[in-house]
C-alpha cells in the first residue's frame, strides 16, 4: 500500500482459507457456467448454419474478452494511479456535481454511494472496495499537499460503469436485430406470393405492358410528391419512415430491379432469404465496440460539467442521426421511382428501376451501417449511463440532473430504439440493396466456402507462376553458361587428340 499508513486492509495472510476457497469457488463456477453458455450457445448456431449469428457471439466473446483485460489493468494499477497526485485546485474544476464543502460533503457523498452494487459486490459495510481499500493514498497525497488523482472509490465505479456500457449494448444491439429481423419476417408472405405465381421476368417483359403513372409503386412515391418540388420529396421521405416504410408495392419493385440487376439468370431467385443473410452478417459488424465508439465514450466523460447538461443535449445526437438516416434511406427509393417516373410513360414488361451507388452518400451504401452501428452505441451508452447512475447514486444524485432533463432522454432513447427497430434497420435491409454490387450474402455458405477456397487456390497459382516466371530468365542463362562449357570442353578435348 501506498504512505504505509492508517487502517491496514485484511490480506490475504489474516483470510481465513475457507473464506478464500468458497470465494474463488463462487466466482470460478459462475465464470465457467457463462462460457459453458456462449459454448453451447456457438454449438446450437453451427448446428443451425447460422455461421454469422455465430460470428456474431465469436464478436461478443472478444468484447467480454477486452472487458477482462480492462478489468485486469484497472485491478493492477489502482496502486499506481491511486499514488498520482495533482495540485487541489486542479480537482476543483470539471466537476460533475458542485462541491458543496469540503469533508463534510464529501463523507456525506460517501456514504450515500454505497448502494446496490457496492453492497452486491462488497458484501459487507466495513468500507471496503471491489478493488482495493483507499484508508492510507488519501495520506500519502496529504503529506505532499496534494489530492489524488482517482481515488479507489471513483475507480471503482468507473470500473462498474465500462462493464455496464458493454453489456447494455450488446443487449441492446441484440433486441434491435431481433425486433427488426421479425419485421423483415413478415415480408417473406410477398416472397412467398411471388414465388407461387413462377414469376419470370424475362417473359412478362416480352408480354406485357405496364402504365408507368398507373403503377402502384409510383403513385405512392413519385406522383404528386417529389414532382414538383424536392423539398416535399425530402418531407416526404421524412414522415414516410414513421409510418409504413416499406409497403408491397416497393418490396416488389425493388426485388425485381435486384434480380434484373444482378441475377437476370435466376428470376426465381428468393430476395428475402438473401435479406436475412445480409443482415445476420452485418449483425457481427454493429454488435462490436470500436475504438471510435470508445473515443466517444471519453469525450462524453469529459463534458459531463455540473451545469451543462451535456447527456440531455448528447440524447439528441442519435436521436437525429436516426431520422436523417431513415430519410435517406426512403429518399433513395423515391429516387429510384423518379428515375423511372421521368423517364417512360409507358414500359413493356414489370416496372424495373435501376440500382446505383449514386443514389447513396459519398456513393457508398456501407455509411448507412457505420452509422447505425453509431446510433445503435451512443443510444445505449445514454440508457446505460442512466441506469448506472440511478443504481449507483441513487435518482436524487446531483449526477443524474433534473427531472426535466432526465424525462426528455428516457422518452428519446425509447423512441430511438423502436424506430430503429421497427422502421430504419428494415429500410436499411432492403435500401442498401440498391446499390451498384451485391454482398457475399446472395450465395449460400457452401457456395461462398467454395469460392473463397477457389479465390485462395487460384491466387496461390498465381503466385507461383509469377514466380516461375521470374526464375525462367535465370534458367535460360544457366542452359546457356552449360552449352558454352560443354562446347569448350569438346574443343579441348579435340586439341589434346590433335596433339596426340
Not at 428470376?267 to 465508439?293: C, Q, T
Request: one cysteine or more; a positive charge.
Amino acid at each position: 500500500m501506498a504512505g504505509g499508513e492508517g487502517t491496514a486492509a485484511t490480506t490475504l495472510e489474516y483470510t481465513p482459507t475457507w473464506v478464500v476457497a468458497a470465494v474463488c469457488t463462487v466466482i470460478v463456477a459462475i465464470s465457467l457456467a457463462v462460457e459453458r453458455i456462449l459454448h453451447y450457445a456457438g454449438k446450437y448456431l453451427k448446428n443451425k448454419n447460422q455461421k454469422p449469428l455465430f460470428e456474431a457471439l465469436l464478436k461478443i466473446k472478444e468484447e467480454l474478452m477486452l472487458l477482462g483485460f480492462i478489468s485486469l489493468l484497472l485491478t493492477v494499477f489502482q496502486e499506481r494511479i491511486n499514488t498520482i497526485c495533482i495540485p487541489k485546485h486542479l480537482s476543483n474544476h470539471w466537476l460533475p456535481c458542485k462541491k458543496q464543502s469540503t469533508e463534510t460533503s464529501s463523507t456525506t457523498h460517501f456514504q450515500r454511494t454505497s448502494t446496490f452494487f457496492s453492497a452486491f459486490l462488497n458484501g459487507s459495510g466495513t468500507g471496503r472496495r471491489l478493488l482495493a481499500e483507499a484508508s492510507s493514498t488519501p495520506s500519502y497525497c496529504d503529506k505532499k499537499g496534494k489530492v489524488p488523482l482517482l481515488s479507489t472509490t471513483a475507480l471503482h465505479h468507473l470500473h462498474i460503469f465500462i462493464f455496464v456500457l458493454a453489456v447494455v449494448h450488446v443487449t441492446f444491439c441484440a433486441l434491435t436485430i431481433l425486433f427488426g429481423g421479425a419485421k423483415i419476417r413478415q415480408w417473406r408472405q410477398w416472397e412467398d406470393s411471388i414465388l407461387k405465381k413462377e414469376y419470370n421476368p424475362e417473359e412478362v417483359l416480352k408480354t406485357k405492358f405496364t402504365n408507368v403513372q398507373d403503377h402502384a409503386f409510383i403513385r405512392g412515391r413519385f406522383l404528386g410528391i417529389g414532382k414538383i418540388s424536392a423539398l416535399l420529396g425530402w418531407l416526404h421521405s421524412f414522415f414516410k419512415q414513421l409510418y409504413g416504410s416499406v409497403t408491397k408495392s416497393d418490396y416488389t419493385t425493388l426485388r425485381l430491379g435486384f434480380i434484373m440487376t444482378h441475377c437476370r439468370g435466376n428470376p426465381n431467385f428468393n430476395f428475402h432469404k438473401y435479406m436475412i443473410r445480409a443482415l445476420e452478417a452485418d449483425f457481427k459488424k454493429v454488435v462490436g465496440i470500436s475504438w471510435y465508439l470508445w473515443l466517444f465514450v471519453v469525450v462524453f466523460l469529459l463534458l459531463n460539467v455540473y451545469g451543462w447538461h451535456a447527456y440531455f443535449w448528447i440524447a439528441f445526437i442519435p436521436f437525429i442521426l436516426l431520422l436523417a438516416v431513415g430519410t435517406k434511406l426512403e429518399h433513395v427509393i423515391t429516387q429510384l421511382a423518379h428515375e423511372v417516373a421521368e423517364k417512360h410513360g409507358a414500359i413493356q414488361g414489370d416496372l424495373v428501376v435501376k440500382p446505383s451507388d449514386d443514389h447513396f452518400w459519398f456513393h457508398r451504401p456501407q455509411i448507412i451501417l457505420i452509422l447505425i452501428h453509431v446510433i445503435l452505441f451512443q443510444n445505449s451508452f445514454e440508457l446505460a449511463i442512466f441506469f448506472w447512475i440511478w443504481v449507483q447514486y441513487g435518482f436524487d444524485s446531483c449526477i443524474m440532473g433534473q427531472v426535466g432533463f432526465i424525462i426528455p432522454r428516457l422518452v428519446i432513447g425509447v423512441f430511438v430504439q423502436f424506430l430503429c427497430s421497427y422502421s430504419t434497420l428494415p429500410l436499411y435491409a432492403i435500401v442498401t440493396q440498391m446499390g451498384s454490387s451485391f454482398k457475399r450474402a446472395i450465395f449460400e455458405e457452401y457456395i461462398q466456402e467454395g469460392l473463397i477456397g477457389w479465390a485462395q487456390k487460384a491466387r496461390k497459382n498465381k503466385d507461383l507462376r509469377k514466380a516461375g516466371n521470374e526464375a525462367s530468365p535465370a534458367a535460360v542463362q544457366l542452359a546457356n553458361v552449360g552449352e558454352k562449357e560443354s562446347a569448350m570442353e569438346e574443343g579441348n578435348a579435340e586439341e589434346i587428340k590433335g596433339a596426340k
